[in-house]
């Protein structure tokens, strides 16, 4: 009896922390959300993928909050660091991803017959 009741509070007090963690990332959330989406579209200027960008911001966000650090820096320049480098990754992904215009091929094509 007495360790279902030391469980159920071991659970009780983890359902609590769990729950300010979610109310301190809709916090975080809300407060940064249009900051971080306009830096990141004004980048890469174009919306849908500034919104995919942004959502990966929150999501490493909310996956390292526990590394990040006040003695090191604030929390605002932690956070834009995180998008500036998900900005990089996306740039460096698109110049691994070279795209021709079917244009170019075709010419390509007709330039060898």
């Not at 990332?25 to 919104?51: G, H, L, P």
């Not at 834009?80 to 460096?92: L, Q, T």
């Amino acid at each position: 009896m007495q360790q279902s009741v030391l469980a159920n509070t071991l659970n009780n007090r983890e359902m609590k922390e769990k729950l300010c963690e979610e109310r301190d990332f809709e916090y975080i959330f809300e407060t940064y959300y249009k900051r971080v989406y306009n830096y990141i579209y004004y980048r890469i200027n174009c919306k849908c993928s500034a919104e995919d960008l942004t959502s990966q911001v929150f999501e490493k966000v909310m996956i390292k909050i526990d590394t990040y650090s006040e003695k090191k820096s604030p929390f605002e320049t932690w956070l834009f660091s995180i998008a500036r480098n998900i900005v990089n990754d996306y740039f460096r992904s698109l110049k691994r991803h070279k795209f021709f215009s079917l244009d170019s091929i075709k010419e390509l094509i007709s330039m060898e017959r």
